[in-house]
């Protein structure tokens, strides 16, 4: 599976955007981006998945560029309850396995 | 959306004992599903894929014998560790594939805090 880089960690104040972008040179074509968010002593859970361009729910933005070699999750005005570890995966259309790198841990402070 | 639950949330065991854990899909049927190992500050490492009704695929370095996996219903994964030394205290968290779902996504239980003494 194709290794995804990301910052270690984030600091952010309360009702800011935080951008966490994450590299995947080695994207391959049937991959897609998924964004999880963990809490201490709880188990992933799901954001947000894209394949390329923009993709929007209710609790995030995930952007891709043309090349797909990077992607952006955006949280809009995060709250104190947004700190948690946020993970970039790459996976396969049809797979099933999950590759966890060591995953952002972003702290959000009044 | 899906639910998978965990069964004991946290045990605590003496050394050499073995401890099982059960991972159950709530509401969708899961014919695979995953187990994964966390240690303090780390991220989570696959340790088996469990496929209904058939042998487990255990990921390099994780000891079959130590750590049996049995999934014999398409709701019910269990993961027992025997002969548990303190070195196998984790978080252990199991995740189910929703096959019917729209992004063939894997949903997380809560997870199970093991602590050998």
Redesign the interface.
């Known amino acids: 599976l194709a290794k995804t880089t990301q910052p270690i960690s984030m600091d952010s104040y309360e009702g800011q955007e935080v951008n966490i972008t994450c590299s995947h040179n080695n994207i391959a074509t049937n991959d ?1 981006i ?1 964004w ?1 968010q963990q809490f201490p ?6 954001i947000i ?1 894209g394949y390329k361009t923009k993709v929007t729910n209710e609790v995030a933005s995930l952007f891709i560029p043309a090349d797909r070699k990077s992607s952006t999750l955006s949280l809009p005005r995060v709250s104190l309850s947004d700190t948690a570890v946020y ?1 970039c995966l790459l ?1 396969k ?2 797979g ?8 952002t841990s972003l702290l959000v402070t009044p | 959306g899906a639910v ?1 639950s ?1 069964h004991p949330s946290w045990v605590i065991c003496k050394s050499g004992t073995s401890v099982k854990i059960e991972c159950r899909s709530l509401d969708f049927q899961a014919t ?1 599903m ?1 187990w ?1 190992r966390q240690f303090p500050k780390q ?4 340790m088996a ?1 469990s496929n209904e009704g058939s042998k487990a695929t255990y990921e390099q370095g994780v000891e079959k014998d130590k750590f049996l996996i049995n999934h014999a219903s398409l709701t019910l994964s269990t993961l027992t560790v025997t002969s548990a030394h303190p070195e196998d205290s984790s ?1 252990y ?3 189910a ?1 929703d096959k019917s779902g729209s ?9 199970t ?1 093991l602590t050998v003494l």
Do not use: D, H, W
């Open positions: 897609y998924t999880y002593s709880q188990g992933p859970r799901f998945q993970y996976r259309g049809s099933y396995a999950l590759n966890f790198g060591k995953g | 998978v965990q695979t995953f994964y991220s989570l490492m696959l894929t978080f968290i199991c995740s594939r992004y063939n996504e894997q949903f997380f239980g809560p997870g805090r």
